[in-house]
């Protein structure tokens, strides 16, 4: 196998037989597809049985993904329809605390730089929450095109896809966001 294989020659070496290649392609993805699910239910619990879900499907089925589309918004999908189904069996979403548990990062970690003074730090603490606070204020549709784009760094056509509806929906979803965002951040925040 190459050295950094991609995610396509993973699968493949998976469905040959190597479960390393599978532990590569979860250690690869965990971040993302974690932080998106944490998004969506709002409950670290949640999220982290989601999270194994979606692997699961993976290990029981490795012919499920095609190669005909990136591996991550297949990934992604995979993840919306799961936790469509956790939603669908009554389950709601929680508060995410903005502070991270030590163990996995919340929201308000990502607005705090690494060496911040006391002073950044409360105005970045203050940042974090605003932002939260506005994230909150979008509608589900809203924050779910924000995190899929912003935080996954999908292609708006791909979230099209993970969605099932029109690119022009995702890209006016967006906009509005967009919009949303700017109007109660204010001209200060980007």
Do not use: C
């Amino acid at each position: 196998m190459p050295q950094d294989p991609t995610d396509a020659e993973l699968v493949a070496a998976y469905k040959a037989g190597d479960p390393e290649a599978l532990g590569a392609l979860m250690e690869r993805h965990k971040a993302a597809v974690y932080g998106y699910l944490l998004r969506l239910t709002g409950r670290p619990d949640a999220a982290d049985d989601i999270f194994e879900e979606v692997f699961i499907k993976l290990v029981k089925n490795p012919g499920a993904y095609g190669e005909r589309e990136r591996f991550s918004a297949w990934l992604f999908t995979v993840a919306r329809n799961a936790a469509m189904d956790y939603f669908r069996r009554g389950s709601s979403r929680g508060e995410v605390p903005l502070e991270g548990d030590g163990e996995k990062p919340g929201p308000g970690d990502f607005a705090v730089s690494p060496e911040p003074g006391p002073e950044e730090v409360l105005a970045n603490k203050e940042l974090g929450e605003r932002i939260g606070a506005a994230l909150d204020s979008l509608s589900a549709d809203q924050r779910e095109v924000f995190y899929l784009r912003h935080y996954s760094g999908l292609s708006f056509r791909e979230i099209a896809g993970i969605l099932g509806v029109p690119i022009g929906t995702v890209l006016a979803r967006m906009s509005r966001t967009a919009a949303r965002l700017r109007d109660i951040l204010g001209a200060g925040v980007q």
